[in-house]
């Protein structure tokens, strides 16, 4: 049973950093590119970062290029986004994911709130 558990989100500052993780179980972590997508209220889901299966290369949506970092571990089945410089407009429920024959799984998400 494909399973994904995000965690690290919180209330941070504007200007802050958070960094979330994403634990993977049930598939061979490894074999699959991974994937972070948000999405605020009122609005669409959004890609935020891509990673394949061995760690590079990434891509980044314009915004969060040079802010955001998307990594993994493959030895704890783990995928990190790393987030600085975060704006208001951050603001979101974080979600991570990765696509198995066609089909996706995601996590449950975490929220993330960048206030004063």
């Known amino acids: 049973q494909v399973q994904l558990v995000e965690s690290g989100g919180g209330l941070v500052q504007p200007g802050g950093s958070l960094r979330l993780s994403c634990a993977a179980s049930?598939?061979?972590?490894?074999?699959?590119?991974m994937s972070w997508s948000r999405q605020a209220p009122g609005k669409a889901r959004e890609c935020v970062a891509s990673?394949?299966?061995?760690?590079?290369?990434?891509n980044y949506a314009d915004s969060m290029k040079g802010r955001f970092s998307i990594s993994r571990d493959n030895a704890k089945n783990t995928a990190y986004l790393q987030m600085n410089s975060l704006k208001p407009e951050d603001t979101a429920v974080y979600y991570c994911?990765?696509?198995?024959?066609?089909?996706?799984?995601w996590g449950q998400g975490t929220q993330v709130t960048v206030s004063s």
């Open positions: 994911k990765t696509q198995i024959w066609g089909i996706d799984y």
């Open positions: 990673i394949n299966s061995t760690g590079g290369p990434t």
């Open positions: 049930g598939f061979p972590f490894s074999y699959y590119a």
